[in-house]
């Protein structure tokens, strides 16, 4: 059994900052990808950022120059940076990881529970 736990949320005012953890445990080979989606009420849930194994990261251009992700391998832990938040970025985080239990083997998408990130004045 993997379980992803992610933590790091809560209300900040705009132009704040939060940092978000994922921590990955269980019977793991290799975590492929890293990275958060994200699902505000009424719209689409939507990518936010990854990061692979060795490091190269993709992002939303909404968060294009404001959040940073970042990973530590030998503890199965990513982490989103977000600075100059905006009320917009006020959604559901939900970590997730591409995880192969063997060499060679099948990845698997895990999810974490979700977190609140609510960006109030």
């Known amino acids: 059994q993997v379980q992803l736990v992610e933590s790091g949320g809560g209300l900040v005012q705009p132009g704040g900052s939060l940092r978000l953890s994922c921590a990955a445990s269980?019977?793991?080979?290799?975590?492929?990808?890293m990275g958060w989606d994200r699902q505000a009420p009424g719209k689409q849930r939507e990518l936010v950022a990854t990061?692979?194994?060795?490091?190269?990261?993709n992002y939303a251009e909404s968060v294009k120059g404001r959040f940073t992700i970042s990973r530590d391998n030998a503890k199965n832990t990513a982490y989103l940076q977000m600075n100059g938040l905006k009320l917009e970025d006020t959604a559901v985080y939900y970590c997730?990881?591409?995880?192969?239990?063997?060499?060679?083997?099948?990845?698997?998408?895990?999810w974490g529970q979700g977190t609140q990130v609510t960006v109030s004045s």
């Open positions: 990061i692979t194994s060795g490091g190269n990261t």
């Open positions: 269980g019977s793991i080979f290799s975590i492929i990808v």
């Open positions: 997730n990881a591409d995880i192969t239990y063997r060499s060679g083997g099948s990845a698997f998408r895990f």
